[in-house]
């Protein structure tokens, strides 16, 4: 069984640019959660997608925005980058049990911006 | 207040100890609980979740909830150098589908 598959691996932007990261989730599961990873804040919640409707959202500002297609693949696109985006975003998915949200994650794609 | 709380660490024990992870949260309505392994360079793998009171064994691990006094533990029994990782607690949010995890424990298991 495939599992989470996040595209790219690695990505270099310029400030002020716009990204768009991919993740193709594990067949049947319907969530797909969106993380970002800092060495100071740790895995900080974006959103979660549910049968293409956001279910969950963090507290990250407006830039940062998500869909979800009818085969539960997810994208995840940053306006505007700023330095401070830089970080390893992960994507994770679950079969979409509100009740035990068990994610698996993908490898991650690593952004660097400068 | 943080939702989910860890101590960071690092947490250091002699091979073949048992290492204890604790972690609390702010939430009461949290429902579901998971302990996630992450080794540097790697993405996080999960390793067990709990959602009832009491303990949870799954092989060298053990899980351990205590609602009233919202706290998770995981103890790893028989350390191995090969657990030597970053271990973060995850609590799903109510009924939500939302998971929040803390910053992690890093636990360095010395041969």
């Known amino acids: 069984k495939a599992g989470v598959t996040q595209t790219p691996r690695y990505l270099i932007k310029t400030r002020g640019q716009q990204v768009t990261l991919s993740c193709s989730p594990i067949?049947?599961?319907?969530?797909v959660s969106w993380y970002q990873q800092t060495p100071g804040q740790g895995l900080q919640f974006l959103f979660e997608?549910?049968?293409?409707?956001?279910?969950n959202k963090g507290n990250f500002p407006g830039r940062f925005s998500g869909r979800q297609f009818s085969n539960s693949r997810s994208e995840m696109n940053v306006s505007t980058l700023e330095l401070g985006d830089s970080a390893l975003y992960l994507c994770a998915s679950s079969p979409g049990t509100v009740s035990l949200p068990s994610y698996t994650f993908g490898s991650g794609t690593r952004l660097t911006v400068v | 207040q943080k939702e989910v709380e860890q101590n960071s660490g690092p947490l250091s024990v002699p091979e073949g100890a048992i290492a204890s992870l604790n972690c609390t949260y702010s939430d009461r309505g949290s429902q579901s609980f998971f302990w996630y392994r992450q080794y540097s360079g790697k993405s996080p793998e999960l390793i067990m979740f709990?959602?009832?009171?009491g303990d949870k064994e799954d092989g060298r691990f053990t899980a351990q909830l205590n609602k009233a006094s919202q706290y998770v533990s995981l103890l790893i029994r028989d350390s191995q150098p090969s657990d030597s990782a970053t271990y973060l607690c995850a609590v799903g949010i109510g009924n939500t589908g939302k998971l929040i995890f803390g910053q992690g424990t890093t636990l360095q298991v010395k041969p």
């Open positions: 709990i959602y009832s009171n």
């Open positions: 997608y549910f049968s293409e409707t956001q279910r």
């Open positions: 067949s049947g599961h319907r969530s």
